[in-house]
């Protein structure tokens, strides 16, 4: 709230957003909001849109938005042309790229090589866009913020904007290309569960996020179910190594579970919770249809 204070931002835009950021946006965007440049974006973002997104990927997109079309938060809506001079949906198709091949290599953070590497990875797949790899790499630091420098290394302005960009260049992958892909990843020792970019594309592309990547799993689960005898104490088995009762110093009792299989017990999870959401917004609209 203090560094809002202190920026030198247009007084009205700054005030309304001191509100919102003290009655719910911190809450809602902590990881965000306690970074000083990440907080700067967002009241940029706040300043151009009139608010913050309630849906994460909606504020990414706005919030890249912003900052492709904007200097910095000294300068009131200074606009400046970006290096390579490419449109807003060229760069972000690259940047997707980039984002999509780290992330399933697993790199967050780059050496100054590794970086022009992935620069010119996407220069090649996408030949019909002319740009320097150093105009690009300038851009990306200097122009929309994605990455900065600390020390001799790049790293992500915030961790789910690569995530986000990651989900946004899968969306334009096949059905096949997308069910063969993330089979391979989520049965891969590699993958956890606690990265957003699975919840981001599934805000993308709901349909096909349940066509593509549930519906095989849970059917597949449901075949090894059947040549089970349909025995639930094998399926716990599959899925669990051990299941009890947790007791809390409150008394409270809690089911407890260690995973073994976290592929399928993962897409079960996402299943229930899918099917949750269904089922709510159907009764919401039986509501209001009464």
Partial sequence: LN??????YSEPAKSTFYQELDNNLYDKYKSFASNPLLLTIM???????????????????AAFSTLFNMHDATKDCYVRDTRTNLGIDEFKTIFSYICFKSYFCAEYEFTESELRHYIQMAKEKFSSHSFLVDDFLDDLVSSVCMLFKDGLNYRFSHRSFQEYFAALY????????????LKL???????????????????L???????????????????????????EEWLIGYLYEDVGIRKYTNG???????????????MIIRACSISELYNNSKQERMQRNK
Avoid: G
């Avoid at 560094?3 to 030198?8: A, C, E, T």
């Avoid at 940029?44 to 909606?58: E, G, R």
């Avoid at 969306?171 to 892909?181: C, H, I, P, W, Y």
């Avoid at 990843?185 to 805000?203: A, F, G, I, K, V």
């Fill in 205 to 231: 592309q709901p349909l096909r996020f349940v066509k593509n990547i549930i519906s095989p799993a849970i059917r597949e689960l449901q075949e090894k179910f059947k040549k089970n005898n349909e025995s």
């Fill in 43 to 61: 009241l940029l973002t706040f300043s151009n849109h009139a608010s913050i997104p309630a849906k994460l990927n909606d504020f990414y997109e």
């Fill in 185 to 203: 990843w989520l049965q891969d020792n590699s993958y956890r569960s606690t990265s957003n970019y699975l919840d981001m594309l599934y805000e």
């Fill in 170 to 181: 899968t969306v334009q992958l096949s059905d096949s290309q997308q069910k063969r892909f």
């Fill in 252 to 266: 409270e009792k809690r089911c407890a579970v260690t995973i073994k299989n976290f592929y399928y017990h993962d």
């Fill in 3 to 8: 560094l809002i204070k202190k920026i030198d």
